[in-house]
């Protein structure tokens, strides 16, 4: 039974993707029956194996050429579980809400099948034993992304969006793949068990290209976690519908690279570490910047995930080679939860307001909406970190982590942003719920029908309890980490404050000061006073820091400046001046040695003479 | 086997020309095409009675003068062969002769006659009687058409161009003859060291290969060949391209390989010099040719630059080469010649323009000039192909002991390429031109121009696809070569 | 019905009968010739899968005398390296015939070229026999040419057909003098493969003649592949060439020259492939990078294509070039999947032309409203072309890479980039350009493929591509043999993994 | 002194230069002819000589040989040129110059 489970969880997205391209492309009901079903069946299956704790790898070989031996397996052990259960979980929830949102939508098959085809190939990451195998769903992730972010492709800008996301995922994947082949040049194997074994016994086993190795490897999260020089593809892709945007850009995708960090943690060493702690770091700070002045609904809630997730990155590195990445995925989990949520709700007031996703056109929308308000307030609380919701806890471990290990400058980084989430969260609440009107949209505005608020309440149940699920101590077992006490909930209650008092205080401290700020400038206002006070600096995080522009030029623009000298190459020198050169001569030779034949009678009898005496000649005195 | 029974087979191509000539008189005008016929149906029964002939061992008859060997039998077959086919054409050419249909029969037969002696020649007075007999026939076959100047102007060119030729070739028999004592290719061969160093036999030597050049049409002696083939009617020039070509070849062969081995062996630098002049000359000047006769020419030039390879490799498997690509080009230019006929039926134009739209107006003939160029280029699965292959290959196997060979090697590579471009030109004028005139009338075939289609056909396929068994014949005609 | 000669000589025969039957009989042309290459498909696929990977030594041998005086004889046989080829060129084959449902003149002497070109083919991939291998490759060269002077497309299209013939013939010639010279150093004795490789391994030729015979034949049939420098008539003869020609040549005739360097330059010429080949590594990154470039800058779908195609050319050759089993493993891989791509990409190009009359592609856009099918399979197309795994590009070019880490670093890490990314780069731009977006009404009365039959020679080939790409193993498992004997061969004992 | 055989020689050479002379260098037609004939009997000339001084008759036979061919070759080159000059009556050689390149 165990031996069949992980393909019970593995296969039926699959199956349901292609059922549907064959099949349902015309009948939007059974697509969707069957793409609900499927995913449902992953979720059951892989909630017996969560009771079951299961563990172990069942698989077959994929590949077997000379040196190179690439399994094709199924690893489960406690972390992959766990995301078994949030990618199940929360992709569950955003498929029967995808049903309410695209209503009406004559490419629905078609959505449902992207959808399917995205699951299959996000529990392909979480469940891949071999790093070749994790490489190539890696990719089918990416272009699944592609195809749902570019859903409603008659639209330019989706379609920008979608090739824009496929190409900068691309760029990670080149990292991702060079770092493959240089971990199967030095260590001969690529699967991780193995991997894990041979370098437990002598660390040293990667020698001088350990930190190559690392860094490589992190490209493929960068790329697929939108870090720090690859994050201009995620703003974008809120081009796609939202629970696209909830599913691939809150719940699991850009968690993909975190969870890739996590799983190749022991191959990580000192330098590759730090160089991921300040990319995070930064990647966070500039997230939070930017998502201070953005005006869309949406892309404030991408920039919000972007921060987080350099949160995330941000806890691996700063872990250190001895310890662990359980922050990263313990945050990771919580995060899962409540930033879909706020997508989610987000898509809520959306559709409500008949897509119009501009703030400055909303308020006042909490008498209108009660359940949605209150859903996306406890998100926005769990988010910043207020006590009892589960974003503290997750959070208060990353602070304890860079506090411990004294990364003094990451520690007042990370409390400086936890602030600006605060700021921005905030600033967001009070513009769209509170206040008043500021367009007649509102007016008519009504609460979203329950099959897309059930799920708004389901997801609000992990956002306020999961702090006190105990998943870090879950997370621990998996690198042999012993778990703490359980104390009664109320010592748990209190935990942080009584462990280590300073990082949760100030954590505490950034977020009261943060939420005063907002309070300060948004209650009630009617336009965004930020310009005004920041002036030139509004404007550089209004666009984004310019970083689409850099890269326009800089990688576009010597791409395409090389492709036209190639092809002007190509055009005149290669196929011109060089063939069509020869083929002038030959055809000119042609014709200059036609004219030797004058036609008349005295030239040749003088040539056939002049022959004659040339050749006698040249052989009597050779 | 007595003299006069070894040459049978000549005098009974003899006596034919002469049938066809006395039975003109009492046949009427419209029954004349029945008299070609019989002439065809004679020598295609020579031909099979060539087979007849078994030869334990070479005959030397008339004193050393005739030898009857394989190489001589190979020949004399692929004359006969030749002969048929150009009778068959003549035969529908005949509708643009003012007058002499019979006379035009019968001259290509005394000319094959002479062909034949060349074939067995065995001594300088052979050489040069049968080199005059063909050379003075083709004076008249080329100026033919008395209402065409361009026929007069060729049969003109190639009069006296011929002659001085003959000229230099008998003056070179004269100083051999007074420097070896002997006319006798062998005897001159077995004459003492003295004798083969003498410059006078070198010079008389050198004449003898002007003559022969010029016959083939090697450079620099090829100057006539562009305006005879392009002046003489059609028939006359298939003829002029293969068999003066190969009876040149075939006297080629025996003097240089049976008269003076010992000198010739020494030329190999110049023969190379000259065969890629010929390749290249025959190659580049074909490229902007407009008239098909005039590119038949240049390309015939080119050809006997590809002869010439086997000369260079001068070895048995060279010769072997050699007489394989005869055949292969005798298929290839018969069939062309006759499909041009055929498709020009009635118009006096020898424009490649005018071939447009051959390819809707009748499949059968587009489809056999096709085959006819493409094995002239040299692609498989037709006879040109193979041959080529041979030739390259003894040319191959020979340059290990003188590199010098991997240069013509080269050369003949970059002739092949072009030669494939004026080829496909044709092919392309064929299927895709410009259609100038309003829809022609199909052509309609007679039954017996549909046979020599067929034979072309089959003679190219047969020998590109199961070259087998003429392989072996040519092979054995060359052992009979003294090969030391 | 699974021998190698009916397989063979089923298209052939067919063209034969074809020429037989008189002018007017259209439907019956095309009958007979999907016939005949739909028998040669269903025989490939029993020879593939009758293929007993366990066994060594040629399988389905037939060998009969031909030209005994040189040594030449018909000797077809199918080992490891072959058996996925011939299965590949006859699916092309039948795909082809399948697409030319859009020729409407002339349909009699065009389906006596296709099968003529389609019986040349498989007899090249299946002999045994170095004369064979040429003569049977050398059948396709007057049809490609006929081919695309009628029924091509374009006001270039005389000068495409010239330059394509020219170039192909130069190639061939070139090899062809490589063969001999090879045959001559092996004493003239024999053509047949077997022996030439037992005769050599026992007296190998002096390591200079090696150098410049392999020269001949790297040369030769890198023109035949369109090596870099030799490349430009590539994409100029495939954007002329009717669908059906640019299929077969794109897709199969493209991978003969490969085919030849691997089954005969590397193991009978040790030493002269040592010597050449990172002068092979350097071009094929002309190959990858360079054509890579120029195909970012096509405005026209069938350039873009060609470039495309040359462009995973060059990871064949860089396979090729790192002398490991990988590698060359890799290569092999490369060689079948990009068959079955290109021959994809040309036919559902085929289909655009014939519907809007052009390939420009500013001209386009917002298609895949109207064309859902065949947007659907040339969007999986395009990503099977920038290596999407689940495709059989993606292990293939992965092979490449692992194979070639040892040898040529910097130029796996350029050809890694050449690969994922400008490649994806040029797809995605088409896929936007002609799909995405708005859809223009200049296009609005378009049909898609109406009927399953229509619709079944893109199923058959993508069918393949994703076969070939979740279970590679299909391919490589048979390979193992041959090809370390191979690299064992050329590394003199040492093989590298 | 007597005369020798380099004396035949030189006569048979001096006659075959000037004949190839006129042929390369005059205008007219019969002249050409007339020229071709003389570079002919300068061989016939040489055999002779050869024959005499090798005590042999071959030479004397083969002279047999190219006089009765040079009969041939003049009665069919008259009536070809016969036919040219009353297609264009002209003998002048640069007047036969349509076929060309």
């Given at each position: 039974m165990n031996a069949v489970l992980p393909w019970l969880v593995l296969l039926p997205p699959l199956l349901a993707a292609i059922t549907i391209t064959l099949g349902a492309l015309k009948r939007p009901v059974a697509a969707a029956r069957l793409s609900i079903g499927a995913i449902a069946l992953s979720l059951a299956a892989s909630l017996i194996l969560f009771a079951r704790d299961a563990s172990g790898v069942t698989s077959f070989t994929w590949l077997q050429v000379g040196g190179l031996a690439v399994e094709f397996g199924l690893r489960l052990d406690p972390v992959s579980l766990l995301m078994l259960l949030v990618v199940t979980g929360v992709g569950g929830a955003i498929h029967v809400y995808s049903w309410g949102y695209l209503e009406g939508d004559p490419g629905r098959p078609r959505y449902f099948a992207g959808l399917s085809l995205f699951s299959f190939a996000m529990l392909g990451i979480v469940l891949s034993s071999n790093l070749l195998q994790m490489f190539v769903f890696w990719e089918l992730v990416g272009v699944s992304s592609y195809l749902l972010i570019g859903f409603w492709h008659a639209r330019p800008a989706a379609a920008e969006a979608s090739k824009k996301a496929f190409l900068t995922n691309r760029v990670g994947d080149f990292g991702f793949l060079l770092g493959l082949v240089l971990v199967w040049a030095t260590t001969g194997t690529l699967d991780l068990g193995e991997l894990e074994t041979r370098l437990t016994v002598q660390p040293g086993a990667l020698g001088t290209a350990a930190t190559a190795i690392g860094l490589l490897i992190f490209c493929g999260a960068v790329g697929k976690s939108a870090q720090f020089p690859l994050h201009v593809w995620l703003p974008d892709a809120m081009e796609g519908p939202t629970p696209v945007s909830a599913l691939i850009h809150a719940a699991t995708m850009v968690a993909a690279g975190v969870y890739l960090l996590s799983r190749v943690f022991f191959l990580l060493d000192a330098p590759a570490l730090t160089v991921i702690a300040w990319i995070g770091g930064l990647t966070a700070l500039l997230a939070a910047l930017m998502a201070l002045q953005q005006d869309d609904l949406k892309r404030i809630l991408a920039y919000s995930t972007l921060s987080q997730l350099g949160y995330m990155v941000l806890a691996v590195g700063v872990a250190g080679t001895n310890g662990t990445p359980v922050a990263a995925m313990y945050h990771l989990a919580t995060h899962a939860s409540f930033k879909a949520l706020l997508f989610l709700g987000a898509g809520s007031v959306i559709h409500a307001l008949h897509h119009q996703q501009d703030i400055w056109r909303m308020g006042g929308l909490a008498r209108r909406m009660p359940v949605t308000f209150l859903t996306f307030l406890a998100a926005t609380l769990a988010l910043c970190g207020v006590p009892p919701l589960s974003g503290f806890y997750s959070k208060d471990v990353i602070l304890v982590l860079a506090w411990e290990h004294h990364a003094s400058l990451l520690f007042l980084l990370v409390v400086f942003v936890a602030g600006l989430t605060t700021a921005y969260m905030f600033r967001l609440l009070l513009v769209v719920?509170?206040?008043?009107?500021?367009?007649?949209?509102?007016?008519?505005a009504h609460e979203s029908p329950p099959v897309m608020t059930v799920p708004l309440l389901l997801l609000a149940v992990p956002t306020v309890l999961a702090g006190f699920w105990g998943i870090d101590a879950w997370l621990g077992r998996a690198y042999g980490v012993a778990p703490s006490p359980a104390g009664s909930w109320a010592e748990h209650l209190i935990a942080p404050f009584t462990h280590a008092p300073v990082p949760a205080l100030a954590g505490l401290a950034a977020v009261i000061l943060g939420g005063g700020v907002a309070w300060g400038l948004y209650r009630g206002a009617l336009r965004d006073p930020l310009p005004v006070h920041l002036g030139r600096l509004s404007r550089w995080m209004r666009d984004r820091f310019y970083f689409d522009e850099l890269y326009d030029r800089l990688i576009a623009g010597t791409q395409d400046a090389m492709a036209w000298v190639a092809d002007a190459f190509d055009r005149w020198i290669l196929a011109g001046a060089v063939v069509r050169g020869l083929h002038g001569a030959v055809e000119l030779g042609g014709r200059a040695l036609r004219l030797v034949q004058t036609g008349s009678l005295q030239t040749y009898a003088l040539l056939l003479a002049a022959g004659v005496v040339l050749v006698l000649a040249w052989m009597l005195f050779r | 086997m007595t003299d006069f029974a070894a040459i049978g087979l000549e005098l009974a191509v003899a006596a034919t020309g002469l049938a066809v000539l006395l039975l003109d008189l009492w046949v009427r005008p419209e029954q004349r095409r029945w008299l070609t016929w019989t002439a065809v149906l004679a020598v295609a029964g020579i031909f099979v009675a060539s087979f007849a002939l078994t030869l334990p061992e070479p005959a030397r008859l008339f004193g050393g003068l005739y030898v009857l060997d394989e190489l001589a039998l190979f020949f004399k077959r692929f004359f006969l062969l030749a002969a048929l086919l150009v009778l068959v054409v003549g035969q529908e050419f005949a509708d643009r002769f003012p007058a002499g249909h019979a006379e035009y029969s019968a001259l290509t037969l005394f000319a094959l006659t002479g062909m034949m002696f060349a074939a067995s020649a065995n001594d300088f007075v052979l050489l040069f009687v049968a080199l005059e007999l063909v050379t003075i026939t083709f004076y008249v076959l080329t100026s033919f058409q008395r209402r065409r100047v361009a026929s007069l102007e060729a049969g003109v060119k190639y009069l006296i161009l011929g002659a001085l030729s003959t000229g230099f070739l008998v003056y070179g028999l004269a100083l051999i003859f007074g420097a070896a004592g002997t006319m006798n290719f062998e005897q001159l061969a077995a004459s003492p060291p003295a004798v083969l160093e003498s410059r006078l036999l070198t010079v008389g030597l050198l004449l003898v290969l002007v003559g022969l050049a010029f016959k083939i049409a090697a450079v620099p002696f090829q100057f006539w060949a562009p305006d005879v083939y392009e002046g003489a009617p059609l028939p006359t020039t298939a003829f002029l391209a293969v068999g003066s070509k190969a009876a040149g070849i075939v006297l080629l062969l025996r003097v240089w390989f049976v008269a003076a081995p010992a000198l010739t062996a020494s030329w190999a630098g110049p023969l190379l010099v000259v065969t890629a002049l010929t390749l290249l000359y025959g190659v580049l000047c074909a490229i902007?040719?407009?008239?098909l006769k005039r590119l038949m020419a240049y390309s015939s030039i080119a050809n006997a630059g590809f002869l010439l390879l086997g000369f260079c490799s001068g070895s048995a498997a060279g010769v072997a080469a050699v007489l394989f690509y005869l055949g292969g080009y005798l298929f290839a230019v018969l069939a062309i010649f006759l499909v041009a006929t055929l498709a020009w039926r009635g118009t006096d134009t020898d424009a490649i323009a005018d071939l447009a739209g051959l390819g809707q107006r009748s499949p059968l003939l587009a489809g056999v000039l096709t085959l006819g160029l493409v094995s002239l280029a040299g692609v498989p699965p037709l006879a040109g192909f193979f041959g080529k292959f041979l030739l390259l290959k003894s040319v191959l196997a020979s340059a290990t002991l003188h590199p010098g060979l991997y240069a013509v090697a080269a050369v003949a590579l970059l002739a092949v390429v072009i030669s494939l471009y004026y080829y496909f030109g044709v092919i392309r004028v064929v299927y895709w031109?410009?259609?100038?005139?309003?829809?022609?009338p199909p052509i309609l075939l007679a039954w017996p121009a549909r046979a020599a289609l067929g034979l072309c056909v089959f003679g190219l396929l047969w020998l590109g696809c199961f070259p087998a068994n003429v392989l072996n014949l040519a092979q054995l005609a060359a052992q009979s070569l003294p090969w030391r | 019905m699974a021998n190698l000669s009916f397989i063979i000589f089923c298209p052939l025969v067919a063209a034969v009968l074809i020429a037989l039957l008189p002018r007017t009989f259209n439907v019956l042309f095309r009958a007979v010739a999907l016939l005949a290459t739909g028998l040669s498909l269903l025989g490939a696929v029993r020879v593939f899968a009758g293929f007993d990977s366990a066994a060594t030594g040629l399988q389905f041998e037939q060998h009969f005398r031909w030209v005994d005086a040189l040594g030449i004889g018909y000797h077809v046989g199918v080992d490891g390296l072959n058996v996925g080829l011939v299965l590949m060129a006859a699916l092309v084959a039948f795909a082809a015939v399948c697409v030319s449902r859009e020729i409407r003149e002339r349909q009699q002497f065009y389906y006596i070229l296709v099968l003529a070109m389609a019986g040349g083919i498989l007899g090249a991939f299946a002999s045994f026999d170095l004369f064979l291998f040429y003569f049977f490759h050398e059948l396709a060269l007057v049809p490609t040419f006929i081919l695309i002077g009628v029924w091509g497309r374009g006001a270039q299209r005389d000068y495409a057909t010239f330059k394509l013939t020219l170039y192909l013939s130069l190639g061939a010639l070139v090899a062809l003098i490589g063969l001999i010279a090879l045959y001559v150093q092996a004493g003239q004795t024999s053509f047949n493969l077997l022996h030439l490789t037992r005769h050599l391994a026992l007296n190998p030729i002096a390591p200079g003649t090696q150098s410049w015979i392999f020269g001949l034949l790297l040369f030769g049939f890198g023109i035949l592949v369109s090596l870099w420098p030799f490349h430009t008539w590539a994409p100029l003869g495939y954007a002329a060439a009717p669908t059906a020609a640019a299929m077969l040549h794109a897709g199969v005739l493209k991978k003969f020259g490969l085919y030849g360097l691997i089954r005969i330059a590397l193991p009978l010429l040790p030493a002269g492939a040592q010597s050449w080949m990172n002068v092979l590594a350097l071009l094929c990154l002309g190959n990858i990078l360079y054509c890579g470039l120029v195909a970012l800058r096509q405005r026209d779908l069938n350039h873009l294509l060609g470039n495309s195609s040359v462009a995973h050319m060059g990871f064949a050759f860089l396979g090729i070039a790192s002398l490991s089993v990988l590698g060359v493993t890799g290569a092999v891989v490369v060689m079948v999947a990009h068959g079955l791509l290109a021959a994809l990409s040309f036919a559902l190009s085929g289909f655009l032309y014939h519907r809007l009359g052009t390939l420009e592609m500013d001209q386009m856009g917002g298609l895949l409203q109207r064309l859902p099918f065949v947007g659907g399979v040339m969007v999986m197309a395009m990503f099977a072309g920038c290596g999407l795994p689940g495709f059989a590009n993606f292990p293939g070019e992965a092979l490449v890479l692992f194979g070639a880490w040892e040898s040529y670093r910097t130029i796996t890490v350029l050809a890694c980039w050449g690969a994922l990314v400008i490649a994806a780069v040029y797809m995605l731009r088409a896929v936007r350009t002609i799909w995405h977006g708005p859809p223009l009404d200049r296009w609005k009365d378009l049909v898609d493929a109406p009927n399953l039959w229509v619709k079944l020679p893109y199923a058959l080939l993508l069918a393949g591509l994703l076969v070939f790409g979740c279970f590679p193993r299909l391919l490589t498992d048979p390979m193992q043999p041959v090809v370390s004997q191979i690299v064992q061969r050329v590394q003199g004992e040492t093989a590298t993994p | 002194m007597s005369v020798g055989l380099p004396h035949y020689l030189v006569v048979s050479a001096l006659l075959f230069s000037l004949g190839l002379l006129g042929v390369v260098a005059r205008r007219n037609v019969l002249i050409i002819y007339m020229s071709l004939e003389l570079m002919l009997n300068a061989a016939n000339l040489a055999l002779v000589a050869f024959s005499r001084y090798h005590e042999q008759l071959n030479g004397q036979v083969m002279v047999f040989f190219v006089i009765t061919v040079a009969a041939a070759e003049v009665a069919v080159g008259l009536a070809l040129i016969v036919a040219l000059y009353r297609r264009r009556h002209s003998v002048q050689v640069g007047d036969f110059a349509t076929l060309r390149h």
């Open positions: 719920f509170a206040g008043p009107a500021r367009s007649q949209d509102p007016d008519h | 902007p040719q407009r008239s031109g410009q259609q100038a005139a309003a829809q022609q | - | -």
